[in-house]
């Protein structure tokens, strides 16, 4: 299948991830933090991820790159240029290939000088020196990652993920710390890399950073993709889909900064159907049901108010 930017890079189908836990005494179950999700990025394409913490938003990038912990199961479909991303193929492609941007700048190594870092096994010390110039490091090619700023350490983050030139990158919350010109600086770059044919992940609470270089906007909601609409679409709420996007879209700074009452649900807290019903003012017995995603005016959404006629 190819989309409109190009062939796809990545592809995610029915991703679920749950987490093994101890109960009281000696019991164990599965906590459910991650159900159903759906997300692809194609070439010349940033699909931006988008919701409240604790959505689960870096959960998928660990899933995606084999990084979850010991104790959590997914299952799903995750492929990779046309081919399923299995361990043996995760192991050549994860940090080639496949280039993540994590969201704790503790993921340095604090005993390897920064240049050392950027460089990684490559060699390419021209390389290294031209990246480091750009984000304005030239200067910390010597010093070890706790002898830098927050800022600076961010930088060198994404220094790392551009040196071996992937064609996909996942940025975690790339730019916490960092200020407001070199914030856009980063976005910006991501842009540049997308238009020459590559992708990007990018996945953010920053949904105003987020749309002034996004193609496509994926909504997350207690582990669950609600809607994903064109970062067009989110010059009105009239043309967003879902209740809690336009929630969202009535919260950004620039619409008011209109915050809607109640809180995400605990994973464990979820109940059958729409996982935002208890806070949706237009929920009606029927959202109580398995609603399924669903194509509206050229977006995907999760809502029993866009089921196709004779569902709802």
């Known amino acids: 299948m190819e ?38 990025v194609s070439e010349g394409e940033i699909v931006a991820v988008v919701g409240a913490s604790g959505s689960g938003k870096s959960l998928l990038a660990h899933a995606v790159l084999g990084l979850l ?21 995760l192991e050549k492609l994860r940090g080639k290939k496949i280039a993540l941007v994590p969201q704790n700048v503790e993921s340095l190594d604090p ?51 551009l040196m071996e030139d992937p064609d996909l990158i996942i940025a975690d919350e790339p730019t916490p710390g960092l200020d407001p010109a070199l914030a856009k600086k980063a976005m910006k770059d991501f842009r540049s890399f997308a238009d020459k044919g590559k992708g990007v992940l990018l996945i953010t609470h920053d949904i105003e950073l987020a749309l ?30 879902h209740p809690y996007t336009r929630a969202l879209w009535r ?35 029927a959202c109580q049901e398995a609603i399924p995603l669903n194509k509206v005016r050229g977006g995907r959404v999760r809502c029993v108010r866009h089921l196709p006629e004779g569902l709802a």
């Open 69 to 89: 912990p010991s104790n959590a199961v997914w299952n799903g479909e995750i492929s990779f240029r046309g081919e399923r991303l299995d361990g043996k193929r």
């Open 212 to 241: 002034e270089v996004a193609d496509r906007i994926t909504v997350f909601y207690a582990g669950t993709m609600v809607e994903e609409a064109l970062a067009a679409d989110f010059a009105s709420e009239t043309l967003l889909r």
């Open 3 to 40: 989309y409109e930017n190009g062939k796809p890079i990545l592809e995610i189908e029915h991703l679920s991830v749950s987490f093994l836990r101890y109960k009281k005494g000696f019991g164990q179950d599965f906590l459910p933090v991650i159900s159903g999700l759906d997300v692809d």
């Open 111 to 161: 005993l390897m000088k920064v240049g050392r870092q950027v460089r990684g096994v490559s060699g390419r010390g021209g390389r290294q020196r031209e990246l480091l110039r750009q984000y304005g490091l030239s200067e910390a090619e010597g010093y070890y990652p706790f002898e830098c700023s927050g800022g600076m350490c961010r930088r060198i983050l994404l220094a790392t993920a």
């Open 251 to 285: 919260a950004m700074p620039r619409n008011g900064f209109q915050p809607i009452a109640g809180n995400q649900p605990y994973a464990g807290e979820i109940s059958e159907g729409c996982v935002f019903r208890p806070r949706c003012a237009h929920a009606v017995p």
